[in-house]
């Protein structure tokens, strides 16, 4: 979700931990199309021996997911790599120029030393002399003068260059802070199990996530579906498995139907939030406490004993 959000604007459509767009891809109809979620057709098998074949089918399919790069967004991060070098340069130029005076003042200054000084027993200078040594003075000095003048010189021109730095920053797009909500449901109940906020956005960690899950997760979790996210496939993640016992299953890319409970609870999260609008995470958080004690107390149609919320469903399950 966006950190802020007025009521006028939509709500963008993005989906996935890694907070990647993700986009249905059409389907040729002359080839015949296999995919691990087959294995749900028969109705008459048993769902943790479907599971594990799910499971097991999609392994055998994974491939490493090609890059797909919007042009658009592609343009507009070579155009912030060229910005940032060439303020990088800048600076740069500018820290050995600083460098570069820093010497001249300490040579200028050993120069007016020396000039003050003279040495003990020394013959003083006769007329011509000194006269020559004046004059030599008197033409350090004007470069020394004219130096200085220059310097204010370039300083302005740096100060110039830096600010139409600053204002091609100014034109490029203004790309809208990220909150990340990690949506947890029961396939079973319905019931949402929480949603934790992370301001983090999609820089997310996947300790956090563990961290989150830890809390959340009940203790006879069997299975757990989740999309291909870098967060569910890190260490910390597998380690969390290992802890608790459970299989995770992972969906098929590109196919977030194949765990299509979250996905509508998602579509009905963004529905309750579009006529909403607040101004940072705190006003986001209060509202999806506010959504998700509604979501859990009202009747859900996908529930097989029809007029029970979804902690309603829950509570008998546990008396059977």
Not at 51 to 65: C, G, H, I, T
Not at 106 to 119: E, F, I, S, V, Y
Not at 234 to 239: E, K, L, S, V, W
Not at 285 to 309: C, M, T, W
Request: glycine share 4%; proline share 6%.
């Amino acid at each position: 979700m966006p950190t802020s959000h007025e009521t006028v604007t939509k709500l963008p459509a993005v989906s996935g931990s890694s907070g990647r767009l993700v986009i249905e891809q059409i389907a040729d109809s002359t080839q015949e199309r296999h995919w691990p979620g087959q294995v749900f057709a028969d109705e008459s098998r048993d769902y943790a021996e479907a599971m594990l074949d799910f499971v097991a089918a999609s392994r055998d399919l994974a491939v490493p997911e090609s890059a797909r790069n919007d042009p658009e967004k592609e343009t507009l991060k070579a155009q912030k790599r060229t910005l940032r070098r060439e303020e990088a340069a800048l600076q740069n130029e500018r820290r050995d120029l600083r460098q570069r005076r820093q010497l001249e003042d300490a040579a200028w200054a050993a120069l007016k030393g020396a000039r003050k000084t003279q040495p003990t027993g020394a013959a003083k200078p006769s007329a011509p002399e000194r006269k020559a040594q004046d004059q030599q003075w008197r033409i350090l000095r004007d470069q020394r003068r004219a130096a200085v003048i220059r310097r204010k010189e370039v300083a302005q021109e740096w100060k110039q260059k830096r600010l139409v730095l600053r204002q091609q920053w100014t034109e490029l797009p203004i790309v809208t802070a990220w909150i990340a909500i990690l949506v947890i449901t029961d396939n079973c109940s319905r019931q949402c199990l929480g949603l934790p906020l992370f301001v983090a956005g999609p820089r997310v960690t996947a300790e956090l996530i563990v961290q989150a899950l830890k809390v959340l997760l009940p203790p006879e979790l069997l299975f757990l579906i989740s999309d291909r996210g870098i967060h569910f496939r890190a260490d910390a993640f597998r380690t969390l498995m290992q802890e608790q016992e459970f299989v995770h299953v992972l969906i098929a890319r590109h196919r977030p139907q194949s765990n299509g409970i979250a996905e509508r609870f998602v579509r009905t999260l963004k529905e309750w939030l579009k006529d909403k609008s607040w101004q940072d995470d705190q006003e986001l958080a209060a509202l999806v406490v506010q959504f998700l004690a509604e979501y859990n107390d009202r009747p859900h149609q996908g529930l097989p004993i029809p007029g029970l919320s979804p902690n309603e469903f829950a509570n008998r399950i546990w008396l059977l």
